[in-house]
């Protein structure tokens, strides 16, 4: 069966640091997977998605950035958090449409 | 107007009960629906997909009317476990066309 890993589940930045979170998935190869923010008592936001190694599209300008070095390796990275990038991040994967999202990161800028 | 919108909640209802949440979406296009259910600072979970002719899964009915661009969810005989946020999803073809609504809080209560 797949799984999906994200980590770490939480972190507490400070405004201005880099960012760099991971997610894995396991059991499947080629999926599709994104990267979606949902802040407090918000909806979830897509933020980027993926279709293959090296192939991401952005959904929302921001100052983050993501990257897939490997099939089932997606990284969300940022050279200098806002405090406006607090929020929980998740990860998910999809073999289609429906789709399956890792724990996520709980992340606080201060 | 938001492309999926929910009632936010929450619905505080007697453990039995039934009820019932809506969700409106705006695209015409979109093709496949779902609710999701988060709990409390987790990530969102798959629990059911909405078929056009309806669908059931024990407790939970889920219905969709498309002249009405509406989704339904259902839920008999309420359980404490069933205390969590439902989330309604469009799927409007295309890899990134997935639109999440805000949620509807669920509390049932002893």
């Known amino acids: 069966s797949q799984t999906i890993h994200q980590w770490p589940a939480t972190l507490v930045q400070p405004v201005g640091s880099p960012l760099s979170l991971e997610c894995t998935v396991e059991?499947?190869?080629?999926?599709?997977l994104y990267w979606y923010r949902q802040a407090a008592g918000r909806g979830l936001q897509l933020l980027f998605y993926s279709i293959g190694i090296d192939q991401i599209s952005s959904e929302v300008p921001q100052n983050l950035s993501a990257s897939r070095p490997q099939d089932r390796q997606f990284i969300l990275s940022s050279k200098k958090l806002l405090l406006s990038d607090s929020g929980f991040y998740l990860c998910?994967?999809?073999?289609?449409?429906?789709?399956?999202f890792g724990p996520g990161t709980r992340l606080l800028v201060l | 107007r938001k492309e999926v919108e929910q009632d936010p909640g929450p619905f505080n209802v007697p453990e039995g009960a039934t009820v019932a949440f809506n969700c409106t979406y705006s695209?015409?296009?979109?093709?496949?629906f779902f609710w999701y259910r988060q709990d409390c600072r987790k990530e969102p979970k798959l629990l059911m997909s909405?078929?056009?002719s309806g669908n059931e899964d024990g407790r939970f009915t889920a219905q969709l009317n498309r002249a009405s661009q509406y989704i339904s969810l259902l839920i008999r005989d309420s359980k404490l476990s069933d205390s969590a946020t439902y989330l309604c999803?469009?799927?409007?073809?295309?890899?990134?066309?997935?639109?999440f609504g805000t949620g509807t809080k669920l509390q049932v209560i002893p």
């Open positions: 909405v078929y056009s």
């Open positions: 695209n015409s296009a979109s093709q496949s």
């Open positions: 059991g499947t190869s080629n999926p599709n």
């Open positions: 998910a994967w999809s073999p289609g449409e429906t789709q399956y």
């Open positions: 999803v469009a799927h409007s073809g295309g890899y990134q066309k997935v639109t």
